[in-house]
Every structure is written in C-alpha cells, then in structure tokens.
Nanobody, 120 residues
Framework: QEQLVESGGGLVQPGGSLRLACVAS????????VGWFRQAPGKEREGVSC????????YYVDAAKGRFTISRDDAKSTVYLQMNNLKPEDTAVYYC?????????????WGQGTQVTVSS
C-alpha cells in the first residue's frame, strides 16, 4: 500500500528549529517530485517548498527562503524540511505530497500531516 508519513512536528518557541521528515512506502520515491504544504486554521493549504526528482532541485516560497531547507534521501525514501528561525505565522499542519507524471498520467500521494506550533 502506497503511503507517505510525516513526522517531526511539535511545539517550538519563536526562533527555534524543527526538522520534518516525509517517508514513503509502497512506491519508489526517486521518480517523484515532493512538496511540503501547510494549512493554518481557517486558511487554505499553501505550498512551502518542493524538490524535484533526479537532481533534486529545490524551490521555496518567499516566506520560506533563507529559513527552510528541503532535501531528499532517496535511499531512505525520505524528504526532509529543515525549518530554522521559526515564527508564529509558521504554525500550521504540514503535509508532504509526492507527484509524478508518466506518459500523461499523473500520480499523487499525500501524507496525513504533522502539526507545527510556534509559540512562546
């Protein structure tokens, strides 16, 4: 059964750090691009960062640039999101998504999410 499982969330003070992990099972992650998304209460889900398959090129939204780092270890079927200098506005449920498209057919998986709370 194909699934993604996020972990690493928690409660952290402003300025602190967390490292989220997204572990894939039941499929080969290395052909998938993987993105991290977040959803705060009362808000729509938004993209935070993504990393391409193959060479692993990273992309970040402006709010994440300079603070977050995405990386992947395909041998461990895992994508990480290192989050530094966290701010209260980073509080949200963080989800990972794996996406690939082969011969015009798209396949996408979502994890169940991990809560990140930034508060003093």
């Amino acid at each position: 059964q194909e699934q993604l499982v996020e972990s690493g969330g928690g409660l952290v003070q402003p300025g602190g750090s967390l490292r989220l992990a997204c572990v894939a099972s039941g499929f080969t992650l290395d052909v998938y691009s993987v993105g991290w998304f977040r959803q705060a209460p009362g808000k729509e889900r938004e993209g935070v960062s993504c990393i391409s398959s193959g060479i692993g090129r990273p992309y970040y939204v402006d709010a994440a640039k300079g603070r977050f780092t995405i990386s992947r270890d395909d041998a461990k079927s895992t994508v990480y999101l290192q989050m530094n200098n966290l701010k209260p506005e980073d509080t949200a449920v963080y989800y990972c998504n794996a996406y690939t498209e082969v011969s015009g057919r798209a396949t996408s998986y979502w994890g169940q999410g991990t809560q990140v709370t930034v508060s003093s």
